[in-house]
């Protein structure tokens, strides 16, 4: 089995593309990182990291694959908060590959008793009194919207192989996202697995130009048994908190887009209807012309985290975030960027899990976005439809 391999899947063929033989790799934290591939460390901190990211340029060809997981906490670097980067918990993971191929994508049937099982419940009283909190800071003006999320704790009846797990995210046309992949690490004994519909970044040449887009999701309703996907976008399309989300986020991302190119960015589209198994979601897209060299670094430091599973403003809602959730959102929240030939983009890991082969669990992450009209109720039954929407891929 190989130990280091990254699929992505491509949309317009229906197939995947799979990087193998990884030249360097390794795992960041805040103070050394670990060579995945020696398993040797070495006292290279977060600043070695942004080094690295600052050699590859925006326009440039990557010759060689190039996979890099941003894990959400490293969002405290990019929003200047320093303080609050964790010392024990991965920020980055960083793999160059040598060898690239396109992939056909297996359909796999699970046995009918193969189950993901809950390790964990999430305290429904506790998520009331953290919602409560939130409201306090939206009241006070501390805020204009928060993304809380929930950590959920499943185990697999059965052992399922990484590839299969991958295959099975991308094999129904349907339920896939157009940012789903897979990462397996053999030495972690884990799969960073997504399928993730959003978009944080991406490069598009025209003409002469380089254009860079985000494509914020915001807004959700369930699409109920016997009910047309049409009739719940018309619902969701006609609802005043979701459109509000949606704009504020879209603004933020406007103007970290700004920021970035110092030009003006535009809201190409405005309130596009985004399908997943069981839910319709709604989108923007964000776009603006680059006018001058940009690196990787550049591009984390000035859209990371994706503004749609913080809250706005960013900085504000990341230190409430910390100081409200239990537990480090690692992979789930965090973005995945992948650059092969003249091919630049990358994700937002919603819809996305850590498969721990060792420990034998998968933590998969789901949440919303609060905004002082949210209901309790509604948003704790929003962050259970999104795990539903999860388990629905497998079946």
Known sequence: MDNLYSSFYLCREHKKLTFRKAAIAYIQYKDFRVDLITAKKSFLGIESFLEDLDKFKTDQEFENPLVIHLFYELGYLSTEQVELL??????????????????????????DDFRLEPLSVF??????Q?????????????????NYTLPFYLRANKKVDPKIFIDLVMANSSKVGAFAHGTYIDSLGKLFLSNSPECLFQIKKNNDKSIIQTMPIKGTYKVSPGESKEFAWDKLSKSKKDESELNMITDLMRNDLSKLTKNISTVHSKKIPLYVPGIVHQYSVVESTILHELTLKDLVLSLFPGGSITGAPKKRVMKII??????????YCGSTIMAHK?????????????????NKEIFYGAGGGITINSSAEGEYEEALLKLKSFLLTFI
């Open 86 to 111: 964790p010392t024990s918990l991965p920020l980055a993971i960083f793999i160059q590959y040598e060898q690239a191929s396109i992939e056909d994508i297996f359909s796999y049937e699970l046995s």
């Open 123 to 128: 305290d429904k009283v506790e998520y009331l």
């Open 130 to 146: 953290k919602f409560e909190k939130i409201q306090e800071h939206l009241k006070q003006g501390d805020c204009y919207q928060i």
């Open 322 to 331: 910390s100081e409200l959730e239990n537990n480090p959102r690692g992979f």
């Open 342 to 358: 003249s091919h630049l983009s990358a994700s937002i890991n919603i819809r996305s899990s850590e498969i721990d082969y060792i």
